[in-house]
């Protein structure tokens, strides 16, 4: 999958709003974003406003769940490196 880097919050809400694009798809661009942030500010990335896109898609148990394994995705990346 490539990510679009100029404006990540807008490719995860297409993303989200695509019935093709499965939940795994975006744990994967969830992570990423988190990883990108690293916490701070950062231009286009409004989590409350994607957060919001994923309860309206599914629930807020999917939301709960694509946070959690995001972030075990990046912890398990940062274990191997």
Do not use: C
């Not at 974003?33 to 896109?53: M, S």
């Not at 994923?54 to 940062?78: D, G, P």
């Amino acid at each position: 999958m490539i990510f679009d880097w100029t404006d990540p919050e807008k490719k995860i809400l297409a993303e989200i709003a695509d019935p093709a694009m499965s939940e795994e798809d975006i744990t994967f661009d969830y992570g990423a974003l988190i990883i990108i942030t690293d916490g701070k500010p950062y231009p286009h990335v409004d989590f409350a406003k994607i957060n919001n896109a994923i309860v309206k898609r599914w629930s807020k148990t999917t939301r709960n769940r694509i946070k959690k394994n995001a972030w075990v995705m990046i912890n398990a990346a940062l274990n191997n490196g």
